[in-house]
């Protein structure tokens, strides 16, 4: 069983206090944490945050939190803070900003660490299926080797020559389960210069040769919440499947609208 921990933070360039905006009448921030308690491998949801309002919306739904330094640069580092003082063997880093994040692809990255050949890191990602995509800058790309685990992430068009259908581009999808001490081990490395160039902090990880296991997702409709007009794609995703977002616990599909 394993601990998610959600990073959240007020402060945004793009959309500030968007763990607080409103989704359906309810906080991106809740939708988030419902969907960790509706993983069935999960043991523990808390939201790790430096931020009283986020602190005071978490506890008013009933949520756990804890409070962790501001001056931390990313959510790992923010993560390592938390589970410096616990035990717990898998921890999963689920961005504060997915709220259509499902429990089963949580349930999926956490599952590798419960195997005999565990990985230092799981994550996800989908087949890109359009040139559109594949060139889009802001779709991370990952490619991976014959295990599946991966050998780059880049911004960039990866692997070069792709074409549609061939099954070998695949856009990442950022969701992490770390065992303790490869989160540990992950925090307590400095930033290297491909992760500057990428902007990418996963790749601090293969730079000093951690393994990151890719788990392929056949079916993801997640929208990540950067601006505020992330909100109304979200909305329309939800209302289109007559769907809202606070699943029970351990339940993976969506409880409908009572």
Not at 12 to 27: D, I, N, Q, V, Y
Not at 105 to 123: E, F, K, N, S, Y
């Amino acid at each position: 069983m394993a601990l998610v921990i959600i990073p959240a933070r007020y402060g945004s360039t793009r959309f500030p206090g968007k763990p607080l905006a409103l989704l359906m009448g309810k906080p991106v921030i809740e939708h988030v944490y419902r969907k960790a308690e509706g993983a069935r491998e999960v043991e523990e949801v808390i939201v790790a945050t430096d931020d009283d309002r986020i602190r005071e919306a978490v506890e008013g739904f009933g949520g756990k939190c804890v409070m962790t330094s501001p001056a931390h640069c990313s959510g790992s580092d923010r993560l390592g803070e938390v589970v410096s003082g616990r035990t717990d063997r898998v921890i999963v880093n689920l961005q504060g900003d997915e709220p259509l994040m499902e429990p089963s692809v949580i349930d999926r990255v956490i599952r590798p660490h419960l195997g005999q050949d565990p990985p230092d890191i799981a994550t996800a990602a989908r087949e890109l299926v359009s040139l559109a995509d594949f060139r889009d800058g802001g779709i991370v790309k990952v490619v991976v080797n014959g295990s599946g685990d991966a050998l780059y992430f880049s911004r960039s068009a990866i692997p070069a020559g792709w074409t549609p259908g061939s099954g070998t581009a695949l856009g990442h999808i950022g969701i992490y389960a770390f065992s303790r001490e490869a989160l540990l081990r992950f925090v307590s490395i400095p930033r290297g210069e491909l992760e500057r160039l990428e902007d990418l902090e996963q790749l601090r990880a293969l730079e000093n040769g951690m393994r990151i296991a890719v788990v392929r997702v056949e079916h993801f409709e997640g929208v990540g919440i950067d601006r505020p007009e992330d909100i109304q794609r979200a909305e329309k995703i939800m209302r289109e499947s007559g769907l809202t977002l606070c699943p029970d616990r351990h339940s993976h599909g969506i409880r409908e609208e009572a």
